[in-house]
């Protein structure tokens, strides 16, 4: 016995009633909501084929585009094995093009997965709605850096990725790990975009330390009056020396573009990393390079204006003795000046250079090239003489009475209720009571 569905046995009894003629062909069209040249056809086809013709000529076919049980079984075997289980469906997707030659299509990969009762390994968080901020219509007008420590390896290592993006399209100019968020990284990250891009014009961070003085604003309006001023940082030195604009983020939402690209480099690159058989920083370094050019194809844009803000670095400009420390250091009489506990004079292809005795000179440091000092505008090697810093001697300890406790008398009034007795602060005391009490961590 066949099993007609609701909707074919609508149009067998219409075109039975057509055949006895109990309806017109305009009430058969108007009860099956078809046109009166379907339901002429319909009428046609039972009075020739009988019943069957209202059957659907695909019922019981494979459809043409259905995926064969193999592919769908070795894609959840493949989404359930050690190398693809960190990966959400959609980076899953591309690592199947890429490295199984399994094309299919974003949809079909989330319908495959999800029928087995899968979820994404995307953190799908509500949202706040902020006010978006217009992009900057040309490259190199505003960059944004900040740095993001994570566990970027899956054997568990923690490490600060840093990075910087160009404000008008969204483009990575520049990714460097390291232990952690540090100076030194920051100075890697911008000497890598800065030699492959050039100088842009601002730079976008937030309030860390690293870019803006903890005493920054604090200054009395004495100390401002008597010619007080913060120090710069290392970084924001190193920005006006490129002539560099430094800007500070008022809030984390204020620079919302690269705090969203680590939401997704945290949800793809720790994959990325696995499936490349990296495991430390060095490595990981030297992947970074090929690893942002395959990410500025997939999620770039394009900037309003094509034409660059990025200015050309200068032929005579040594970036290295830009992003590194600098410290000033008195001359003494024999043409030294001491650094970190050393005794340093200054030299130039192996001949010493004499230095005015009690003159100022600069001292660069840095991981890339160790120690050099700067004499009138000039960059000298140096050389150790000797080491300043003696062996420390250890403190003298205290010699510690014997405790003696003492119990009280059963008459003693401390055993008894004594009468609360009102309790004055001094003015110090009160200040700090009154810190306490507005201040939130007191209530945790």
Not at 58 to 65: A, D, E, Q, S, Y
Request: proline share 5%.
């Amino acid at each position: 016995m066949i099993h007609y569905p609701q909707e074919e046995r609508n149009k067998l009894y219409v075109a039975r009633c057509l055949l006895d003629k109990k309806i017109t062909i305009e009430e058969g069209a108007e009860l099956l909501h078809l046109s009166e040249r379907q339901v002429k056809r319909l009428k046609k086809g039972v009075r020739e084929q009988g019943d069957v013709f209202v059957i659907h000529k695909n019922r019981g076919r494979k459809p043409v585009h259905a995926l064969p049980h193999e592919v769908k079984e070795r894609v959840v075997n493949l989404k359930r094995s050690e190398k693809y289980s960190q990966a959400n469906f959609s980076h899953f997707q591309e690592l199947l093009e890429e490295h199984e030659s399994i094309h299919l299509s974003k949809s079909s990969v989330y319908r495959i997965l999800v029928s087995e009762g899968m979820e994404s390994t995307k953190k799908h968080s509500r949202r706040t709605l902020h006010k978006t901020r217009k992009r900057k219509p040309q490259r190199g007008m505003l960059t944004v850096m900040d740095a993001s420590p994570y566990r970027w390896f899956l054997n568990g290592m923690e490490c600060s990725l840093h990075g910087v993006i160009d404000d008008a399209g969204g483009e990575v100019l520049n990714l460097v790990f390291a232990s952690q968020e540090c100076l030194e990284g920051y100075f890697e990250l911008t000497k890598g975009f800065i030699s492959q891009y050039g100088i842009p014009l601002a730079v976008y961070v937030d309030r860390h330390t690293i870019f803006r003085s903890p005493l920054e604003g604090k200054l009395s309006l004495e100390e401002e009056l008597s010619g007080k001023r913060v120090n710069e940082t290392q970084f924001g030195r190193a920005m006006s020396e490129l002539g560099i604009n430094l800007i500070w983020a008022k809030s984390p939402q204020a620079k919302g573009k690269i705090e969203r690209l680590w939401e997704t480099l945290q949800s793809r690159l720790p994959v990325e990393l696995n499936l490349a058989g990296i495991s430390t920083l060095e490595e990981a370094n030297n992947f970074l390079a090929t690893f942002v050019q395959q990410y500025n194809r997939k999620f770039a844009r394009e900037p309003r204006d094509p034409q660059s803000a990025f200015r050309p670095l200068e032929e005579n400009i040594n970036l290295d003795f830009i992003l590194c420390r600098k410290e000033t250091r008195k001359v003494d009489n024999g043409s030294t000046f001491s650094f970190s506990g050393v005794k340093y004079r200054a030299m130039d292809q192996g001949k010493v250079v004499a230095l005015v005795p009690h003159s100022t000179v600069t001292v660069l440091h840095s991981p890339r090239f160790g120690v050099k000092v700067q004499y009138h505008g000039t960059v000298y090697d140096v050389e150790a003489l000797e080491t300043l810093r003696g062996e420390q001697t250890v403190p003298k300890q205290k010699k510690q009475s014997p405790k003696t406790t003492t119990i009280p008398a059963e008459n003693h009034p401390w055993r008894n209720s004594a009468p609360s007795i009102p309790v004055s602060y001094e003015e110090s005391d009160r200040e700090i009571l009154e810190a306490l009490y507005s201040s939130r961590l007191a209530w945790r």
